[in-house]
């Protein structure tokens, strides 16, 4: 085996998970090729420039308080716009604040006085947050630590939480989050998210989310990652293209989103997908007054989960005096996208009025593939192994938790096992 720069490791796939094991890769001083299919980096994390607006590919936002997100990015220079920490929660016709008792204790107080919360809630909250603080600290498979079991749902009532504020706040909260209003995805991951929003903030880049894995980019040398280059088989010795063309290789790591790499790796399993519809709005003035806060359906009524005024958190999202609203459905929204359309401006208006009447629709994405399905077990352990075979490697958030920081990991984990292996073999070999 050679692990001479004529043999880079390959990469398949310029994703988060990609880009970080390139770089985890580079930073040891081992060469390495990121081969993409699509026309940019960043995989999921894409945003497009439509008439003068941002449009990221699905409403995503970054958790300040990510591990990974501190570790491998550079935060100040994403220049970072926060969401109001709280939320504004559509529930029975008005609307009601629901603020982060540790920001702004006051706002908290409003989903008592809202109906949204009884009055054991807040120490069973405290409790919850406490253990989601601990499993972050502590990691999910600490000693101790419980087992991968249990939905989030489950999780939510074993903690002795209303259904008032369950219902009211919590589900469309976390349905935002995990794309599934049901909450039957793993309770590991319910105290992973919550662990990371008591440590940071939510925030978008004011460029527009494709500033991260532009940001991770930047600090590989030129020429590394190659465009519009489509992988159609893997082994240990190198990839083969989609023009016929093959790229040898020291070792090869499959980076890919979970259902693509299932299709170049027997070894890998399809996680299943979880889908979600964006709707975007070119709006003449903000709906929210110019706060910059997440707007939730406490009704269960849907079809829209959320709605947020990108162009409140960050200016960068819109023209001069335009706004940019999202509004966003968990799974595949039926019918066409004209049905969509009709249904979300119908509920809608009874959100925020006839104006939503003059707003103009710029682009629905319909995305079947937004994250890797994570139910009870899928995380047990949280971090599932990367390395294949001898020179093979698997990565992504597949393969740790679905999520910005699970992508960051996975992608870095991978990258130092490839470089500490080629290390290992070289001094075998000398």
Known sequence: MSSSPSRPVVVVGAG?????????????????TVLEADDGVGGRVRTDVVEGFRLDRGFQVLLTGYPQARAQLDLDALNLREFHAGALVQRGGRQVVVGDPRRHPLEALGALRGGLAAPGDALALARLLRD??????????????????????????????????IDGFLRPFLAGITLDPRLDVSARFLRFVLGSFLAGGTA???????????????RLPAGTVRLGVRVT????????????????AAAVVVATAGPVAAQLLPE???????????????????????????VLDGDGHGPVNNVAVLSDVAPGYAPAGRTL??????????????????????????WFGATVDGWRLLRTDRIAHAQPRQEPGALEPEQRPVRLRSRLWVCGDHRDTA????????GRRAGVEVAVTLREAARAAA
């Open 233 to 248: 088989d893997v082994d240990e010795d190198g990839v083969t293209l989609a023009d016929g063309g093959r790229v040898d």
């Open 132 to 165: 989601a603080h601990r499993a972050v600290r502590d990691g999910a498979d600490a000693p101790g630590a419980p087992a991968d079991t249990t939905t989030t749902a489950q999780a939510l009532r074993d903690a002795g939480l209303s259904d008032a504020l």
């Open 204 to 218: 978008v880049p004011n460029a527009g989310m494709q500033a991260i894995p532009e940001q991770l980019a930047s």
């Open 16 to 32: 988060l998970a990609g880009l970080a094991c390139a770089r985890a890769l580079h930073e040891r001083g081992v060469p390495v």
């Open 325 to 350: 609203v999202n509004a966003s459905i968990p799974g595949d929204a039926p019918g066409d996208d004209a049905t969509t359309e009709t249904a979300v401006r119908d509920q809608l208006r009874g």
């Open 268 to 294: 890998v399993p399809d996680p299943g997908s979880v889908s979600t519809t964006a709707l975007w709005f070119d709006a003449p003035a903000s709906p929210t007054a110019g706060r910059p806060i997440l």
């Open 403 to 410: 999520s910005i920081n699970g992508a960051l990991a996975g």
